[in-house]
């Protein structure tokens, strides 16, 4: 008893200053239950600056002005919001209302996280969020529409401050979005997130990125069905990380972003899509191999890079190619991640080709996936050696070979071509229904590797597979194979 009765006189003995702080950290109900503590603690909690909740729909604007109307700071540095239910808002008037007093408090943050119950439940925006002179960041999560930010409100966006934008799950491409973009000088972190599954409405052709002080930026862009292309410029000269998830649209880069340091684009299309012949007009196309390969080939500056892909956007086939003179060269590159899906061995034939875009690469890892037909599964030698592959390739670690003789062909092409290689290695999915007939493949496979002759003297060559029931491992001073267990 004596030490809780010590323990509470310890944290009484701490300025009202340093308890407010300790009690902003706190969800407001916990923080407001303090105040039958003790006289002293009655209203401590009214002089809170960060603000989170959560709240039913149809009690929000209530709870909300309630609460808003007994705290004592002007400043509300963050308000954080987890709300359900969106369709049992009240009126647009009085939600508008409510978040303007959150405004009024001059408040930096702004989070709010929707939880839609059903298929046609959406969170419309209150406008006045875009018009807050002293927001610093804004993230909203949920189905998001902006009916209330019409075509003629767009002189009205003023967030001169904001550094930070998240946007998860619009529900189609606003055509008001550049103006957004652009109305932020100072945003440094931008994420896009759309799902067009429900698009109903006019969606914009083409989006202008315009943000000069831009650090990040991630764009993941879904659909379902048939759905246009869309136009996607970057005007972003300090970018440093851009995270890109979008098989269809163009993107173009206004000027090269000389600061980018990491990329990481995934042009891997989506399950669901409709395999009618009036909607393959809509797929990957020659242009767009062309024209993606020239946006990637502006990413030059960076040192690490993940690149997804498949066979309707395999953009290597363009990549090495020179194009009006010019062929993109990665001289910071040292770290490539990339995963082919459904293209199979044919596609290492475009990959080695356009390694002599990155002669500085030292470290090279190629997830192979998905199930290609066998006529795409046949190696194809190149005529050249990429420099980087002699010269400066350290590792290499390939994931997703099935065990067939031109799996072995590929591999004597790196092992006898990598001069200064110290690691390979070789993950092989051999697909067999018999544990023996299974155990006997992959160790043949194995041994066929360990013999193939190699260039680097100092090679280690790890092989695992998906074979599970035994394990043995064969360890010399060049080689190293091991089977999982």
């Not at 009214?46 to 309630?66: K, M, P």
């Not at 040292?334 to 990155?358: A, H, P, Q, V, Y």
Request: net charge negative; aromatic share 10%; hydrophobic share 40%.
């Amino acid at each position: 008893m004596s030490e809780t009765i010590e323990e509470e006189d310890m944290l009484s003995s701490l300025p009202d200053a340093i308890l407010i702080e300790i009690l902003s950290l706190l969800p407001i109900n916990s923080a407001a239950v303090t105040s039958v503590l003790s006289h002293r603690w009655r209203y401590l909690w009214t002089g809170v600056n960060r603000l989170q909740f959560e709240a039913e729909a149809s009690h929000f604007t209530d709870i909300a002005d309630h609460i808003l109307g007994q705290l004592t700071s002007h400043k509300l540095r963050d308000f954080e919001l987890f709300l359900s239910s969106p369709s049992e808002l009240p009126e647009d008037d009085a939600l508008e209302s409510s978040f303007r007093n959150v405004c009024r408090r001059n408040v930096e943050k702004i989070f709010i996280h929707v939880q839609c119950s059903f298929y046609e439940e959406f969170f419309f925006v209150p406008a006045c969020l875009f018009t807050s002179q002293s927001l610093v960041i804004l993230e909203l999560v949920g189905k998001l529409k902006f009916d209330l930010l019409a075509d003629d409100e767009i002189g009205t966006i003023q967030i001169p401050n904001l550094k930070k934008l998240s946007l998860d799950y619009l529900l189609d491409v606003p055509l008001w979005l550049g103006n957004l973009v652009r109305s932020c000088p100072l945003l440094e972190n931008l994420n896009l997130v759309f799902k067009l599954d429900w698009a109903e409405s006019e969606i914009a052709d083409s989006v202008d990125i315009c943000a000069l002080n831009l650090r990040l930026l991630k764009i993941d862009l879904e659909f379902v069905g048939r759905t246009q292309r869309i136009n996607i410029s970057i005007d972003a000269p300090k970018l440093e990380h851009l995270n890109l998830r979008d098989c269809t649209s163009y993107y173009d880069f206004v000027r090269n972003p000389t600061a980018l340091v990491r990329a990481c684009i995934d042009l891997i299309k989506e399950e669901r899509y409709l395999e009618d012949e009036d909607d393959m007009d809509w797929f990957p196309s020659n242009h767009y191999l062309h024209h993606m390969s020239k946006f990637v080939g502006g990413m030059s500056s960076i040192s690490s890079l993940d690149l997804k892909l498949e066979r309707d956007s395999n953009i290597f086939t363009y990549l090495s190619s020179v194009d009006d003179g010019f062929l993109p060269v990665f001289r910071n590159l040292s770290n490539f991640e990339m995963t082919l899906d459904g293209i199979g061995l044919n596609g290492w034939k475009d990959l080695i080709l356009s390694l002599r875009c990155f002669p500085y690469l030292k470290h090279l890892e190629v997830n192979m996936e998905g199930d290609p037909p066998m006529e795409l599964n046949h190696w194809c030698e190149p005529g050249s050696v990429p420099e980087c592959l002699v010269s400066k390739m350290k590792t290499l670690q390939i994931r997703g070979l099935i065990g067939i003789d031109d799996d072995l062909k590929l591999l004597a092409y790196i092992l006898s071509n990598g001069v200064v290689l110290d690691e390979l290695c070789v993950d092989v999915c051999i697909r067999n229904d018999c544990k023996e007939a299974l155990h006997w493949k992959e160790r043949k496979f194995c041994m066929s590797l360990f013999k193939l002759p190699r260039s680097s003297s100092t090679c280690e060559v790890v092989f695992s597979d998906n074979f599970r029931a035994h394990g043995w491992q064969v360890l010399t001073t060049q080689f190293l194979f091991v089977f999982n267990v």
